[in-house]
């Protein structure tokens, strides 16, 4: 009897941890245990009607999982079985959440027409899909192969989705963008279409869609960057724009050109912010003698635009500081002047309280193993690397205030089919860089477990991440070990004041079988609080996440 006391004390300990602890002055509160095994959560659609939307992914198929707001318990997984259109199934592409309405968006190759079609399909409350297919674009291509992809950004009230296709035409040399603006109704606000030539003479010719996005006023924001070595000049041109579509204009194509010498542009993060400005920021490398782009990174940039004036009020090249080059590449190679490798993506920008910036680079990158198998059904392994967060900090008028490191090494092996790899990110000369988020095919597999939450509040910065339990107090790059076993991780969190000086909060004692959280699945509610998914084995779990 005493023995069967300890064990249910036990028990009821292990699901009052589960429940809800702190680190510093963030805190965890978590629902009842997911009991429905069917499909793991791989994306948090938003939160509705007194309930939490996700999207499971089992193989191949995948869920609607419906949850009680407040005790945050399964009440639905239903399968999202899509319709056919002319007898051809339509292919899962993305499920959203616009005001109260959640749609799950279906693509469909016609190869008669050669037309690449995407529709969206509301979902009632209760989970059941409608009759009516919404249509959304109708894009021609080329042909199946290139076919190309579409991409998703809600606004930041998400009332509105802006979704592009872009798609390669390699006999005309050339390279076809579509992008359309929905509100949530899913009817089109506007539309445009431009196909980009190329010239093969060109020296390192290439042309870059950045990234778009869609600002509190219904307008929309694409940044191009098209950049080629003139040999008989000795120089490198870049031509970066940004095409502006603004509503109290009819949706007119406005361009503003940003002038740049001696530098090259490697990639570009666009963000809309409330004071009518559109922010530009990236990483830029050195330029040689004979024009050409040593493509290392040499520091970040920064450069904003008027929306009411269209004209770039500030653009500031901030090269790495010493110290920083110390922490990612030691003191030897920093001494001597040495660029960062090109592995470093812009993972968040943050608007501050002082109209300035807050921008998140990690270093990300991918090794795709041999393919087992025949065919196009081959399984492939695909590791994918999140390792140390370079975070910038600038001021209003673009020039770096301080820099520091979130010091972290971490990777993960999801296997794939070789079908999942052929995603159209760019081709050629040309590339699509929009975001840094996971595929939805590999979450779920492990990858899900890696990268950061950063949460910024009343001026202060908190990057939470998952790491190995023996590096406990450590900040220093040089004394990290890798995350390893993500099942066996501990969550951390790395607070930065306002001179960028960080202090790491750990929990007190690692709890054993403690819930690890996945930040690759997460949902912001609002600047303090996020739902956010766990897990530990086979038991899964729903959670708030407040400071």
């Not at 001696?262 to 330029?287: A, H, M, P, R, W």
């Not at 066996?488 to 403690?514: C, H, M, Q, S, Y």
Request: hydrophobic letters at 35%.
């Amino acid at each position: 009897m005493k023995k069967f006391l300890l064990l249910l004390l036990a028990l009821v300990s292990s699901q009052m941890t589960f429940a809800q602890y702190k680190i510093e002055n963030l805190s965890f509160n978590y629902g009842e245990e997911i009991t429905d095994e069917k499909a793991k959560i791989v994306k948090i659609i938003g939160e509705a009607n007194d309930k939490v939307y996700a999207l499971g992914l089992k193989g191949n198929d995948y869920y609607l999982k419906i949850f009680t707001s407040k005790e945050m318990k399964l009440i639905s997984n239903k399968p999202i079985v899509l319709p056919e259109i002319k007898d051809k199934e339509i292919d899962f592409e993305e499920i959203i959440m616009l005001g109260n309405h959640l749609y799950v968006i279906g693509s469909v190759y016609q190869s008669k027409e050669k037309i690449f079609k995407l529709v969206g399909i509301e979902i009632s409350e209760d989970g059941k899909l409608s009759n009516k297919m919404l249509p959304m674009f109708e894009a021609e291509v080329a042909k199946k192969s290139a076919r190309g992809d579409f991409y998703f950004k809600k606004s930041a009230d998400e009332t509105q989705v802006i979704a592009m296709h872009a798609s390669l035409f390699n006999k005309e040399d050339a390279m076809k963008y579509d992008l359309k603006l929905f509100d949530a109704g899913l009817n089109q606000l506007f539309a445009n279409s431009e196909k980009v030539s190329f010239d093969d003479s060109k020296k390192d010719f290439e042309f870059t869609i950045s990234d778009f996005d869609v600002n509190y006023k219904g307008d929309a924001f694409l940044v191009v960057n098209e950049s080629y070595r003139d040999s008989k000049k000795k120089e490198q041109i870049e031509k970066f724009q940004v095409h502006a579509f603004k509503k109290s204009n009819g949706y007119k194509k406005e361009v503003v050109d940003i002038n740049i010498k001696g530098k090259e542009i490697i990639n570009c993060s666009l963000l809309s912010t409330s004071n009518d400005k559109v922010q530009l920021v990236g990483f830029y490398s050195s330029v040689r003698e004979n024009g050409k782009a040593n493509k290392e990174l040499k520091g970040i940039y920064n450069a904003t635009i008027n929306i009411n004036t269209n004209q770039n009020d500030n653009l500031k090249f901030n090269e790495f500081d010493y110290a920083t080059k110390v922490k990612l590449l030691g003191e030897r190679k920093a001494k001597k002047g040495k660029d960062l490798k090109p592995y470093y993506k812009i993972h968040t920008i943050i608007e501050k309280n002082d109209g300035g910036l807050i921008v998140l680079s990690e270093e990300r990158f991918t090794y795709v193993g041999k393919t087992q198998g025949i065919g196009p059904i081959g399984l492939t392994p695909v590791t994918y690397y999140t390792n140390e967060i370079i975070v910038t900090s600038l001021r209003p008028d673009g020039s770096a205030e301080w820099s520091n490191v979130v010091a972290k090494d971490q990777n993960a092996t999801a296997t794939v089919t070789s079908l999942g790899l052929g995603a159209f990110a760019g081709g050629g000369n040309f590339t699509v860089a929009v975001g840094v988020s996971f595929q939805l095919g590999v979450l779920g597999k492990g990858p899900e477990y890696l990268s950061a939450i950063p949460i910024y509040k009343d001026g202060q910065l908190n990057v939470l991440f998952n790491d190995n339990k023996k590096n406990k107090g450590i900040t220093n790059m040089d004394d990290i070990k890798s995350l390893g076993n993500y099942n066996n991780a501990v969550p951390t969190l790395f607070v930065f004041d306002g001179k960028g000086e960080i202090t790491r909060k750990d929990p007190e004692e690692v709890i054993k079988n403690e819930l690890v959280i996945r930040p690759g699945v997460f949902y912001r509610k609002n600047p303090k609080e996020y739902i956010i998914y766990a897990s530990r084995k086979s038991q899964d779990r729903l959670g708030r996440m407040t400071l």
